[in-house]
């Protein structure tokens, strides 16, 4: 061999040996700097309601309320100064006047992801008593006719959807491209 390139693994190699060897010794932090940034030094409690609370504000808004922005774009350190690492129940209470018929869910793992921002799920849309009448004239079917949806359909129960109401759901994808399709909730 006449000539000798420095290979860069050996040199990141010795490096990690190095850092090892301090940790070893006691010098050095038990989790490297890198890391000990992505942990999470909360309780676990304050995570779930922190999520739960998101995604209610998420459903409260896509029903058509208004929410600030400033409430949405909460991170999980300024939530925990705001309301604490074990929060109480009626500090995170939500006052909203909304008529409504059943009783909301009391589950707070019905809320720790929002469904609708799913990467596989398609986007689903309410359409006006307008827009209904003008489709079932247009197709010229009546509502029993169109493929159907329950009311206890997740995707229902996050958007409020009643029987009778009929939503457009839109597909995407790389083959077909965007696909339309319409349920009425049963």
């Known amino acids: 061999m006449c000539c000798a390139t420095p290979n860069p693994f050996d040199e990141m190699e010795a490096e990690m040996e190095a850092e090892m060897a301090e940790t070893e010794s006691g010098e050095g932090s038990a989790v490297p700097e890198c890391l000990s940034s992505f942990v999470d030094r909360g309780s676990v409690e304050s995570h779930r309601y922190f999520l739960a609370r998101r995604t209610l504000l998420e459903m409260i808004r896509d029903?058509?309320?208004?929410?600030?922005?400033?409430?949405?774009a909460l991170t999980l350190?300024?939530?925990?100064s705001k309301f604490?690492?074990?929060p109480k129940l009626d500090d995170l209470r939500i006052s909203l006047s909304i008529p409504c018929k059943g009783s909301p869910p009391k589950k707070i793992?019905?809320?720790l992801v929002n469904i609708t921002k799913h990467v596989l799920?398609?986007?689903h849309e309410l359409l006006t008593t307008d827009e209904k009448q003008d489709l079932l004239k247009k197709y010229n079917v009546g509502e029993s006719q169109f493929p159907r949806m329950l009311e206890s359909d997740p995707v229902s129960?996050?958007?409020?959807?009643?029987?009778g109401q009929i939503?457009?759901?839109?597909?995407?994808g790389e083959l077909t491209g965007s696909h339309v399709t319409y349920r009425c909730v049963l």
């Open 84 to 86: 604490g690492d074990k």
């Open 109 to 111: 793992t019905e809320l």
């Open 157 to 163: 129960r996050y958007h409020g959807l009643k029987k």
């Open 63 to 72: 029903r058509g309320f208004p929410v600030p922005d400033d409430e949405l």
């Open 167 to 172: 939503v457009k759901v839109t597909y995407e």
């Open 121 to 123: 799920m398609p986007k």
């Open 77 to 80: 350190p300024s939530f925990r």
